[in-house]
């Protein structure tokens, strides 16, 4: 369960029902702050460091002093970790700005607030085929920073449901940007290609490795603008994340993606993946 699963906060390690932050929190009045996810295999961080780094960015960016150095970090997942029975966890860090008066401008001085927590993921991690829906992407252009404030995702993952779909596929200016929770991936006559980083983004570490281990292995794949035609008329169609890894799209708005089924790239793709963590994990 759960409240059964031990977290950290502000110092200290505790059980994760008993720990509580103060209403006056930014996080909780402005959603200012930020966060990563990082899944955890055998005991195994994996790509701690890009992870780590994509939090220093976010920190930057949002102008929020980082608490600790990279060692400290690794020290606290890692015993974090430690102390969560699953083999297979999602490590969820937020940091906020802290508690201060309400003010939308920030306060001289405050003390972050760092939460760290454990989920269990589990021991298979090769996903289901998922729907997905073609919706506008109406978000701020600064999607690069891994902000708490998701309301906007929320309500484009809310949409894909009412259509009866499991994700939001967003389109800007008519050129695809990523999921409303995963980057995307399309393959067509054998090439894959997902969109360019940028602000209109987030850089997923999932998607970062997928591009290194595809170009490693000789299957063509570009970082590009791809337009919501090629989208709608790709072979195969991917989203990628640290904790679904890499889900295949065999339906979009009602009508088949290729022949319906999970396409022979991706599998490929799946086996790359999964002999990377084996190699990284010593399996």
Same mark, same amino acid.
């Given at each position: 369960?759960?409240?059964?699963?031990?977290?950290?906060?502000?110092? @200290?390690?505790?059980?994760?029902?008993?720990?509580?932050?103060?209403?006056?929190?930014?996080?909780?009045?402005?959603?200012?702050?930020?966060?990563?996810?990082?899944?955890?295999?055998?005991?195994?961080?994996?790509?701690? !460091?890009?992870?780590?780094?994509?939090?220093?960015?976010?920190?930057?960016?949002?102008?929020?002093?980082?608490?600790?150095?990279?060692? /400290? %970090?690794?020290?606290?997942?890692?015993? =974090?970790?430690?102390?969560?029975?699953?083999?297979?966890?999602?490590?969820?860090?937020?940091?906020?700005?802290?508690?201060?008066?309400?003010?939308?401008?920030?306060? /001289?001085?405050?003390?972050?607030?760092?939460? $760290?927590?454990?989920?269990? =993921?589990?021991?298979?991690?090769?996903?289901?085929?998922?729907?997905?829906?073609?919706?506008?992407?109406?978000? %701020?252009?600064?999607?690069?920073? +891994?902000? $708490?404030?998701?309301?906007?995702?929320?309500?484009?993952?809310?949409?894909?449901?009412? +259509?009866?779909?499991?994700?939001? $596929?967003?389109?800007?200016?008519?050129?695809?940007?990523?999921?409303?929770?995963?980057?995307?991936?399309?393959?067509?006559?054998?090439?894959? +290609?997902?969109?360019?980083? *940028?602000?209109? =983004? =987030?850089? *997923?570490?999932?998607?970062?490795?997928?591009?290194?281990?595809?170009? !490693?292995?000789?299957?063509?794949?570009?970082?590009? @603008?791809?337009?919501?035609?090629?989208?709608?008329?790709?072979? @195969?169609? %991917?989203?990628?994340?640290?904790?679904?890894?890499?889900?295949?799209?065999? /339906?979009?708005?009602?009508?088949?993606?290729?022949?319906?089924?999970?396409?022979?790239? %991706?599998?490929?793709?799946?086996?790359?993946?999964?002999?990377?963590?084996?190699?990284?994990?010593?399996?």
């Amino acid at each position: 369960m759960p409240g059964e699963s031990i977290c950290y906060l502000n110092g @200290e390690f505790l059980p994760l029902l008993e720990a509580n932050v103060s209403v006056l929190d930014r996080g909780f009045i402005f959603g200012d702050g930020i966060y990563e996810m990082i899944p955890s295999f055998a005991g195994h961080t994996f790509r701690l !460091k890009e992870h780590l780094q994509r939090l220093i960015n976010s920190l930057d960016a949002v102008h929020i002093n980082n608490p600790h150095s990279l060692s /400290e %970090w690794s020290d606290l997942i890692k015993e =974090l970790v430690d102390k969560n029975d699953a083999n297979h966890q999602a490590i969820y860090l937020q940091i906020t700005r802290g508690v201060a008066h309400r003010d939308h401008a920030f306060p /001289e001085e405050s003390e972050p607030t760092i939460f $760290i927590m454990s989920n269990p =993921l589990p021991e298979s991690q090769k996903a289901k085929p998922v729907s997905a829906a073609v919706i506008p992407d109406p978000r %701020w252009n600064s999607c690069d920073i +891994k902000a $708490i404030s998701l309301l906007p995702n929320v309500l484009l993952r809310h949409q894909a449901r009412e +259509k009866g779909a499991y994700e939001a $596929i967003l389109i800007r200016d008519g050129y695809l940007t990523e999921g409303a929770a995963s980057n995307v991936f399309i393959a067509k006559d054998g090439v894959v +290609k997902t969109p360019p980083k *940028g602000p209109k =983004l =987030l850089p *997923g570490i999932t998607r970062n490795l997928l591009v290194e281990l595809l170009q !490693k292995n000789d299957i063509p794949c570009e970082e590009t @603008e791809i337009t919501e035609s090629e989208v709608r008329n790709a072979d @195969e169609i %991917w989203l990628t994340s640290s904790t679904k890894e890499i889900v295949p799209v065999i /339906e979009l708005d009602n009508k088949k993606v290729g022949d319906g089924e999970a396409g022979e790239i %991706w599998h490929r793709s799946v086996d790359l993946y999964q002999s990377f963590k084996d190699t990284f994990t010593g399996a």
